[in-house]
């Protein structure tokens, strides 16, 4: 497995690797071009079409969102120089949920303890948690807000001290 970094392409990567999916990268100047201006393009045409239609919420423009790429592909798209359908169903083994989630490496300190996110977070004395002592554990932080503390396969329970709110009471 990749090395786990902060950085968002890095966690995109790794998302990448944990899905066994290659990423093709845009190595010519054309190619990267080409990107750059159908975005500028689709940034443009987007929010002026939905100007135009008096969209101006959320809902609206997620309805208006099929009748515009129809008609943006009708007009801009290229059938694919190779037609196979390269799209395949999620293996047993993949973890769609842990794939898209971020994931941070922590070293658990002497009273297994560790710190994401401005907040303390203490793991429950367990069989599998005391011998982590010192041990790295990844933090793993949900779409949806959930947090999770892994060690290998095995999620470690955990009580928070938000040091935030105790400093703010005081």
């Given at each position: 497995?990749?090395?786990?970094?902060?950085?968002?392409?890095?966690?995109?990567?790794?998302?990448l690797y944990e899905l066994n999916i290659d990423i093709i990268c845009a190595n010519t100047p054309q190619?990267?071009?080409r990107v750059e201006r159908a975005n500028q393009t689709l940034q443009d045409r987007l929010v002026k079409e939905m100007r135009l239609r008096g969209i101006d919420t959320i809902e609206a423009a997620n309805a208006y969102a099929p009748e515009f790429i129809t008609d943006f592909n009708c007009r801009f798209g290229k059938p694919p120089r190779n037609p196979k359908d390269m799209r395949r169903p999620l293996a047993d083994n993949e973890n769609l949920d842990g794939a898209m989630c971020r994931k941070e490496v922590r070293t658990l300190s002497q009273s297994l303890t560790l710190r994401y996110d401005k907040v303390l977070f203490i793991l429950d004395p367990t069989e599998i948690s005391r011998p982590l002592v010192r041990q790295k554990v990844i933090v793993c932080d949900y779409p949806d807000g959930r947090l999770e503390i892994m060690h290998q396969s095995f999620s470690l329970?955990?009580?928070?001290?938000?040091t935030l709110r105790v400093g703010a009471s005081s």
């Open positions: 497995m990749p090395t786990l970094r902060t950085s968002g392409l890095t966690q995109f990567g790794r998302a190619a990267k071009g329970p955990y009580r928070t001290f938000d």
